[in-house]
């Protein structure tokens, strides 16, 4: 089963113009938002490698490996060891950078190639990294996007290949990160 990629970018950019952090979940995505926001510079150099945006691997990265060093953003393996979550077998390599170079040129869905991002089309990209099981199986947002958000809904994979209908996503998901690292950069011009 494929997925439209245009038709999902576009209700990705339909649901971003609403989107709104919940209110209790604000203080906890502000903060993680100033987290990527400090490490910038790291991510920055990632986006020299593979022309991803640095707020987009800062934010794949919290998504997959809790914003740890250590872990590669991949699948949130140690990246200094072969891995052993989905993408499988990949490293270990010599850095982190190696790692996150590795997980956006060489690992599906090559987000490296992808080119639209407008924010339906950088929506439509972090779900790809994580998959499109929730679109496909489960006719539902998904949490990887838009967890601690007006638009999220129950329902989560819980592990690889293991969904629960009943589990909720307590992670922050992408689209309020986005909006976190937009406000905090909008306070550093003023």
């Known amino acids: 089963m494929s997925v439209d990629l245009a ?12 989107c709104e952090i919940v209110p209790e979940r604000k203080p906890a995505v502000m903060s ?5 926001w400090a490490a910038k ?3 920055d150099e990632i986006h020299q490698d593979t022309a991803v945006p640095w707020w987009v691997v800062g934010i794949i990265h919290y998504r997959e490996a809790d914003l740890s ?10 990246w200094d060891r072969v ?11 010599h850095n982190w950078r190696e790692a996150a170079i590795d997980a956006l ?22 779900e790809a990294f994580n998959g ?32 629960s209908a009943a589990a909720w996503d307590m992670q922050i998901g992408c689209a309020a990160l986005m909006k976190a690292l937009f406000e905090i950069e ?3 011009k003023v």
């Open 132 to 163: 499109f099981a929730y679109e496909q199986y489960h006719h539902e947002n998904s949490p990887y996007n838009w967890g601690a958000t007006n638009h999220e809904e129950r329902g989560k994979y819980v592990a690889d290949g293991k969904y």
């Open 41 to 43: 510079a790291r991510y």
């Open 69 to 78: 060093f250590s872990r590669s953003i991949a699948q949130g393996d140690r």
């Open 105 to 126: 040129v060489k690992c599906p869905p090559f987000t490296a190639r992808w080119t639209d991002w407008s924010m339906g089309g950088a929506l439509t990209a972090t």
């Open 83 to 93: 891995s052993t979550h989905v993408p499988r077998g990949r490293g270990p390599f």
């Open 32 to 36: 993680i938002g100033r987290q990527i």
């Open 186 to 188: 909008q306070g550093t």
């Open 7 to 18: 038709a999902l970018t576009l209700a990705n950019g339909s649901l971003w113009v609403t």
